[in-house]
């Protein structure tokens, strides 16, 4: 299913797709997200006798969904996908270069509604010396959190293999900048697809917008994925700041021996983390993103807000 402002293609359970409008009751249901429906959504749709138009009538209950904070509306929230099976994080070490901090929202994120999350590192073919360095270093640290990491190639039969071994008969997000290949690599999974791909911007290694919507396709039987436009970063809404360590496991595995219950692992006395980060046992890059995580929440005061 794809949204497309007022117009939302529905893929029917015969496998058909339909344009649909949805009907003006509901859209006054809509509290404080941009969008009344995100790809994903389970619908109930009418056929109207008198013109044949295509209503969606009812939005079923999601099992969990993926926000953002709207790029338009600041006190709003933007559903980028719902009822998810797994997340993949699509990253690259260069051309261009996924930041950590992405990486770890994305995590962070799809933690908030136990969402698997596999990291698929691309372009492996285009890594250069220096940059092996920094692949084995994320593949360490995400391995050791308990995140798969798969190193992979759109040009590798074997990757796309496995790749496809990952997908069957589940419902995808896939996330990542503009320019990582997220694209080429659905192109490559499935050739009858046929999407839009990208250049890179020579100068500054990143990569130009292709996808505007979200969109939901189905790759083989009962196999479907969601792929995101490149979004820079994700946001975590309606979560205070003292709850953000449960959603970077690492961190949370050693709050949990914190002198204080309330402990936001910053300068308290007798603090767990902070004893691990010192003593080598926590990865300074994720204690990092865990504070500008932290800091982000603080500045913009949205739980106050609501």
């Known amino acids: 299913m794809q949204t497309t402002g007022s117009w939302y293609v529905v893929l029917l359970d015969s496998e058909k797709s339909v344009q649909c409008r949805l009907r003006g009751k509901i859209k006054l249901q809509d509290l404080d997200t941009t969008n009344p429906i995100a790809v994903g959504d389970y619908v109930i749709v009418e056929q109207l006798e008198e013109s044949n138009e295509f209503i969606i009538t009812e939005i079923l209950l999601r099992r969990n969904y993926i926000i953002r904070q709207s790029p338009r509306k600041e006190h709003q929230r933007h559903i980028i996908a719902s009822n998810i099976d797994q997340f993949f994080i699509v990253a690259t070490i260069s051309q261009p270069r996924t930041s950590l901090g992405f990486v770890d929202r994305c995590i962070a994120a799809a933690e908030c509604y136990h969402i698997p999350v596999h990291i698929?590192?691309?372009?492996?073919?285009?890594?250069?010396?220096?940059?092996?360095?920094?692949?084995?270093?994320?593949?360490l640290m995400y391995k050791a959190i308990g995140y798969p990491v798969h190193v992979i190639s759109a040009n590798d039969k074997e990757?796309?293999?496995?790749?496809?071994t990952l997908l069957k008969d589940k419902v995808t997000l896939i996330a990542g900048h503009s320019g990582v290949g997220k694209s080429t690599l659905l192109n490559a999974v499935n050739t009858s697809l046929k999407l839009k791909t990208g250049k890179i911007s020579g100068k500054w290694e990143k990569g130009m917008h292709t996808t505007t919507f979200a969109t939901l396709y189905q790759i083989f039987e009962n196999t479907f994925v969601i792929d995101t436009p490149g979004i820079k970063e994700f946001s975590l809404l309606h979560v205070e700041p003292e709850e953000v360590s449960g959603y970077f496991i690492d961190i949370n595995a050693f709050a949990k021996s914190c002198k204080y219950n309330n402990?936001?692992?910053?300068?308290?006395?007798?603090?767990?983390?902070?004893n691990a980060l010192e003593n080598g046992k926590l990865a300074p890059a994720r204690y990092e993103n865990y504070l500008n995580i932290v800091d982000n929440i603080k500045s913009t005061n949205y739980w106050e807000r609501k």
């Open 120 to 139: 698929i590192i691309n372009k492996k073919d285009l890594l250069r010396k220096k940059d092996l360095t920094k692949l084995e270093e994320w593949q």
């Open 263 to 274: 402990c936001m692992h910053i300068n308290e006395p007798e603090c767990a983390v902070l």
């Open 159 to 164: 990757d796309i293999a496995t790749l496809k």
